[in-house]
């Protein structure tokens, strides 16, 4: 069995359809570099803030969202609440996968919100966040949008 890493996890690769395992013949493969403590691989995870007028900042989260990117993910959300930004819109149409560390994320941004002032909405649009929330009962706590237009427009 031939282990390959990349972005911190393992694939196995298979012999072919009725070949048995050569183990000679197989090709060593290499960790991949860790990333910098606290860091994430930059192909899991894109966050992305931009400020908008009257006050509001959008985060834009596209990719992974697990115990390894949670870190960065709330980082962007606490210092745009920290900030003092009047309105927080997470976007999270463009996450592939939302874990249970991305779900305590947003629990404690959206406490923290609360108690800054900061008027905090989710856009979840068709991805696959929308179950997680849903499952988990923050879908019934939490201000979710469809799109960031109609997030941003109240």
Same mark, same amino acid.
């Given at each position: 069995m031939t282990a390959t890493w990349y972005d911190r996890r393992v694939g196995f690769a298979l012999p072919p359809a009725g070949r048995s395992w050569d183990n000679a013949s197989m090709p060593a493969s290499t960790p991949a570099p +860790? =990333? !910098? =403590?606290? !860091?994430?691989s930059p192909q899991l995870l894109e966050v992305t803030v931009d400020e908008h007028p009257e006050g509001a900042v959008v985060v834009r989260?596209?990719?992974? /969202? +697990?115990? %390894? *990117?949670? =870190? @960065?993910?709330? #980082?962007?959300?606490?210092?745009? /609440? #920290?900030?003092g930004a009047a309105l927080v819109v997470v976007d999270l149409d463009q996450v592939t996968f939302f874990g249970s560390a991305a779900v305590a994320n947003l629990a404690r941004a959206a406490e923290r919100a609360d108690t800054a002032g900061t008027v905090f909405r989710l856009v979840v649009g068709e991805s696959m !966040? *929308? @179950?997680v929330l849903e499952i988990s009962g923050l879908a019934d706590l939490? +201000? %979710? @949008?469809? *799109?960031?237009?109609d997030a941003l427009a109240g």
């Open positions: +860790d =990333p !910098a =403590p606290g !860091a994430a989260a596209g990719g992974e /969202i +697990d115990l %390894l *990117t949670a =870190p @960065r993910f709330a #980082d962007a959300m606490v210092t745009a /609440i #920290d900030g !966040a *929308t @179950r939490l +201000d %979710l @949008r469809p *799109t960031v237009a």
